[in-house]
């Protein structure tokens, strides 16, 4: 009788979500009632009579917590200020730009935090992280380097099929970024982290190799939200065949989940029989530093002309 209510109770707010008057982003998390195995449930972009655009089920048991992969004692939950987007704060940020002469800069805006009177903008650049602290009069500008906590490759999976083959490959790591801030005796620290996360996909034909690299940087507020995402995913193709269509994309942000998805379609360059292929897959974090990933790829022969064959 009580599993027949939860599933009348979980059937009810199934329904109440795909045809109620809302429009919802967010996740909750329980357990199954059959194995006690944790999980939980991210929805976003639900609203009245659509499907979700993305309803993902992870299960805690396939993610790996980096600070125990290496053997690194978890930092202590600090609540950093909240680090505000560019669009959030596009006038306040183009004023520090232009006051610091910065208005073509490299790099992607990875947002604004307000601390002890300063308004600081961090810049990802890659490798490295600018920083420019402004207290409404003066201009500091920092450098910083991450530094590495730990990183891990793990061994390639490859199947063979014939003349063709599928591998997967992924790699991971976890820095720690120290953001500085001014002060008369000497600048303070305020620590944030960045997780980075890869899943390659990878197939081999006789006529070359297509390649969808899945990557994504996320930077971690420990034990609050997945602060910002920057999506790295490329493709790589070999030169007798076409990419037909290549879509990536980022969702979480300012969540406690946070994920970047890719796609790729590739065709032979060749008309009549054509071999098509394609990858798809995902990167994820959350906001305690557990990550997770996947991809996987499908090809078939087409008639027709290279991308335009069905």
């Not at 329904?15 to 008057?21: A, E, F, P, S």
């Not at 004023?95 to 601390?115: C, H, Q, R, S």
């Not at 420019?132 to 061994?155: H, M, Q, R």
């Not at 790591?173 to 120290?178: D, I, K, T, V």
Request: charged share 20%; glycine share 10%.
């Amino acid at each position: 009788m009580i599993k027949k209510m939860k599933m009348i109770w979980a059937i009810g707010i199934v329904v109440l979500l795909m045809c109620g008057g809302i429009m919802m982003t967010g996740a909750f998390s329980g357990t199954n009632d059959n194995n006690k195995i944790p999980f939980a449930v991210v929805f976003e972009n639900l609203k009245f009579g659509s499907s979700p655009t993305q309803v993902k089920i992870v299960d805690a048991q396939n993610q790996r917590n980096l600070f125990d992969i290496f053997g690194i004692e978890e930092p202590q939950k600090v609540d950093l200020p909240d680090i505000r987007t560019y669009n959030e704060s596009k006038d306040t940020i183009d004023k520090i730009l232009d006051t610091a002469g910065l208005k073509n800069f490299d790099g992607e805006i990875v947002g604004l935090l307000e601390y002890a009177g300063f308004k600081i903008l961090l810049i990802d650049q890659g490798d490295t992280v600018l920083e420019v602290a402004w207290d409404g009069f003066n201009i500091s500008t920092y450098t910083l380097i991450p530094e590495l906590l730990g990183s891990k490759e793990y061994p390639v999976s490859t199947k063979q099929r014939g003349d063709y083959t599928f591998s997967r490959e992924k790699s991971e790591s976890l820095h720690r970024l120290g953001i500085q801030i001014p002060s008369d005796s000497g600048p303070g620290v305020l620590y944030t982290h960045i997780v980075t996360v890869w899943h390659n996909g990878t197939w081999t034909f006789p006529q070359g190799d297509m390649v969808l690299h899945i990557g994504g940087k996320f930077y971690v507020d420990y034990g609050n939200e997945v602060e910002y995402i920057s999506d790295l995913s490329y493709t790589e193709t070999a030169t007798t065949w076409n990419k037909c269509e290549f879509d990536h994309s980022t969702s979480g942000a300012g969540t406690h989940f946070g994920q970047v998805d890719a796609y790729a379609k590739w065709a032979l360059n060749i008309c009549g029989e054509v071999p098509q292929c394609d990858i798809e897959g995902w990167v994820m974090c959350d906001y305690m530093c557990n990550t997770d990933s996947e991809c996987h790829g499908d090809k078939w022969m087409a008639h027709g002309c290279g991308c335009a064959a069905i």
